[in-house]
């Protein structure tokens, strides 16, 4: 029986390290196609796409980095995602703390219902509608898109916090208002630093999406090339007859290089966050 029990046991084993192996392979080797390439002249890669590059050639970044329009471009999509990013740390939280404490209320608790509709509308439903409504109110720039990356994120940063809120004790509220704390105060110097995990959580998730989202861009900001984010700049690699997919996979790699490293600074938060509102929702 034991006999019977260990060899199950090797084989899951076994079983699950392949499974892991693929998925390394999987996730790895588009990754190992973007380095590679980037060091290639087009020619090279065109006779070989897989192979190491005879010589590590950095006229591609050379050539990418001379640009002036890149700087602009990457300007661009830092001023949208620090904009976003700070809608979203002064909206959500602020949103989420009044439906966690009123939600016993009626007005409160339809609006937490009306917010979580939004996950389940797909965004093609809405991404015409979205699009007339900013170009009649003049908004087919980075600012537009900033209103509606905060709008957009309104959903789901709600869902996590309220139910995050709602699992912390309320006895440290109760005191500080017996202390004469008013509401704000309470908030601002008790529930938000309480929150922090989950927040931080929050804003590492939506920086990812403002920063690498091709379908908002493309119809907010598609108008005007000064207002081009990176994914739009990389999609432009492409023509109607020919695709310069070293150069294109070297702005990959260029565009990846900051948020990798803000992903990986704040990873430890991301899941502190996502297992602690697990538990306490």
Same mark, same amino acid.
């Given at each position: ?24 392979i ?64 002064v ?21 937490y ?13 809405? #991404? =015409? &509608?979205?699009?007339? +409504? ?9 600012? !537009? $898109?900033?209103?509606?990356?905060g ?66 861009p ?8 000064e ?28 565009? #990846? =290089? &900051?948020?990798?490293? +803000?992903?990986?600074?704040g ?5 502190? !966050? $996502? ?7």
């Amino acid at each position: 029986m034991n006999l019977a029990i260990r060899k199950e046991g090797l084989g899951w084993r076994i079983l699950r390290n392949i499974i892991l192996l693929i998925g390394i392979i999987i996730i790895m080797g588009p990754i190992y196609l973007v380095i590679v390439n980037s060091f290639k002249t087009l020619e090279e890669a065109g006779k070989g796409f897989f192979s190491f590059p005879k010589a590590l050639n950095f006229s591609n970044y050379s050539e990418l980095l001379s640009k002036g329009n890149y700087w602009r471009v990457v300007w661009n999509t830092t001023l949208i995602t620090i904009g976003s990013v700070i809608i979203v740390l002064v909206i959500n939280p602020t949103v989420a703390y009044a439906i966690a404490r009123n939600r016993h209320k009626k007005y409160y608790k339809f609006l937490y219902l009306y917010i979580l509709l939004g996950l389940f509308v797909p965004f093609q439903v809405i #991404m =015409l &509608p979205l699009t007339k +409504i900013m170009t009649n109110i003049n908004l087919l720039n980075p600012f !537009g $898109l900033i209103l509606l990356y905060g709008a957009l994120s309104l959903t789901r940063g709600v869902f996590l916090l309220v139910n995050y809120i709602e699992g912390m004790p309320t006895e440290i509220e109760e005191a500080a208002r017996i202390d004469g704390c008013s509401t704000f105060k309470i908030y601002y110097l008790i529930t938000l630093r309480l929150i922090m995990p989950m927040l931080v959580t929050l804003v590492i998730m939506d920086s990812l999406w403002f920063w690498n989202d091709f379908m908002l861009p493309l119809l907010i900001l598609n108008k005007a090339k000064e207002f081009w984010t990176l994914p739009l700049y990389q999609y432009n690699f492409k023509t109607e007859y020919s695709f310069n997919y070293t150069m294109a996979f070297t702005s990959y790699l260029m565009a #990846m =290089l &900051p948020i990798i490293v +803000i992903y990986a600074a704040g990873q430890k938060y991301i899941i502190a !966050g $996502l297992t602690e509102g697990a538990i306490k929702g």
